[in-house]
């Protein structure tokens, strides 16, 4: 494989005098590690332009000058920006590979995308008034569906970077998504838009060398009194936009920060997690920490009755963030997704990953309760329009969630409840854990051989209709495919783990 590699360049900083290095030739913008001056490179001469605030460190394994691999080169992370949105962040890491290009690692609460820039011809992009949230649209012979659409600015930044917005000013951000687990990211800030593709990865595949050092890594965490009580409070994960009360239980928002006026509601009638906040389960081959939890309620259009359910936040240093829900129907692991699925125009099946989904409910869901730290800024009364899908096959779960500004897809699967004990060492409390579970976990009683084969029939039928529409879709620009993904996006915001009555 050929090397590229292009000669580097240091000169002085204007602001310290500190050697400011640039390994890319496609850098102009470098923020000084130690005035943290913001200098712009013109040839051979650097001009201070300013000075960037100060990074927020978040709780994140990467660092600057870390290295790994993508599709058989090698890259080096040598810039960071932290952007900030109307419902949350994230931070983009400007990597070098070694034939000279670009890349940028997305960062979205322990949630990792890596994206390529891309061309498109003049006036083949929409303008962000043509990109409403959930508007379907083609670029670049691809069919993408419009996740989210928000305000954003650069909050801070170090190191060397192709691009810097005005610090403080905001622009338009579009992120789009498809069937097949790609993301689009639209910056609208800057003339004309820049556009990155990608998809989303797992710190391990990419190989990467460099990380922080967890074994010497002290996490002191944020600590302040309780605005309604004055108990003391500690805040764990850097990231976390809100945080109960332990002694009180009032919901505390964090989303302007500790030093900033804080804003605390008083909760009664407080729910008791099965699952104690703190405890350590084993999923996916690595232990878990509960760091959240959230109890809701959902009612469908036109019904009475509501159904409630609860939702386990769970945290892992380098795979981030996954929901384990507790419903009266059975157990299941979720996470959001990177795509969005293809739904058919009458909204009853949808399609993501090769896998299909038939719709089995829709209803309004509102958080009635909420214990521990949240990656996005959860409220007691926040509502969200949620639809839930079962796989035709298998234990497969599809949700799509719509609040704020984003549209939020999750996939997950079903779990057995003694499973759910036995990973959190609770096996002799395993009767606490059992649910009216459905699927392959518990048998339904007095159904009897007539009813499966009708279900069967109804779900053969719906399907035949269903890979009609996809046949359609797909040559008009449709896509589908085998890529099997994580979690994550580009942009910050919040997402819950579904609902799943």
Request: aromatic share 10%.
């Amino acid at each position: 494989m050929a090397n590229n590699q292009q000669r580097r360049y240091t000169a002085p900083c204007p602001g310290c005098g500190a050697p400011v290095e640039f390994l890319s030739a496609q850098s102009t913008h470098a923020v000084c590690g130690y005035c943290h001056s913001t200098v712009v490179r013109s040839g051979e001469v650097l001009k201070r332009i300013g000075k960037m605030a100060e990074l927020f460190e978040e709780h994140s394994p990467l660092q600057l000058m870390a290295t790994g691999q993508w599709e058989k080169l090698t890259f080096t992370l040598i810039g960071r920006m932290q952007f900030r949105g109307e419902e949350g962040g994230w931070a983009e890491w400007n990597a070098y590979l070694d034939d000279g290009s670009r890349a940028t690692l997305g960062e979205d609460n322990g949630a990792y995308v890596f994206t390529r820039p891309l061309e498109v011809k003049d006036g083949a992009l929409p303008p962000p008034e043509k990109l409403p949230l959930g508007a379907s649209v083609t670029i670049a012979g691809q069919a993408w569906n419009v996740t989210a659409h928000m305000r954003a600015h650069l909050a801070a930044a170090e190191g060397e970077l192709p691009k810097l917005p005005p610090l403080g000013q905001t622009f338009t951000a579009v992120e789009l998504r498809s069937d097949d687990g790609q993301v689009l990211s639209i910056d609208y800030g800057s003339a004309p838009p820049q556009l990155e593709v990608g998809r989303s990865v797992q710190l391990a595949d990419l190989n990467l060398k460099g990380l922080k050092d967890e074994s010497v890594k002290q996490e002191q965490g944020r600590h302040f009194d309780c605005p309604h009580c004055g108990a003391p409070v500690q805040v764990q994960l850097d990231t976390s936009k809100s945080i109960t009360c332990g002694n009180c239980h009032s919901l505390i928002d964090l989303t302007q920060g500790i030093g900033a006026e804080i804003v605390s509601s008083t909760q009664d009638e407080p729910v008791r997690p099965l699952i104690a906040l703190g405890s350590i389960g084993q999923f996916e081959g690595v232990p878990w920490q509960v760091v959240g939890f959230q109890h809701r309620m959902g009612q469908e259009p036109g019904d009475d009755e509501q159904f409630g359910w609860d939702e386990y936040l769970l945290y892992h240093q380098k795979k981030g963030f996954t929901f384990l829900v507790d419903a009266s129907d059975g157990w299941s692991l979720v996470r959001p997704t990177t795509g969005a699925p293809t739904q058919a125009q009458s909204g009853q099946m949808a399609r993501y990953l090769g896998s299909n989904y038939r719709r089995t409910s829709s209803y309004g869901a509102e958080t009635t309760y909420v214990a521990g730290e949240f990656y996005w800024p959860v409220t007691r009364g926040q509502r969200t329009s949620n639809v839930d899908y079962a796989a035709t096959s298998g234990t497969g779960l599809l949700s799509r969630e719509q609040g704020g500004t984003e549209i939020t897809w999750s996939v997950g699967s079903r779990m057995a409840s003694a499973n759910v004990a036995a990973a959190f060492g609770r096996a002799a409390d395993a009767a606490k854990f059992k649910r009216d579970e459905v699927g392959p976990f518990a048998a339904s009683g007095g159904g009897g051989c007539a009813t499966v084969l009708v279900f069967a029939f109804i779900i053969f039928v719906a399907f035949i209709i269903f890979a009609a529409y996809i046949g359609s879709s797909s040559s008009s620009g449709g896509s589908s495919g085998s890529y099997s993904r994580s979690s994550g996006g580009s942009f910050g915001g919040y997402s819950s783990g579904g609902s799943h009555k």
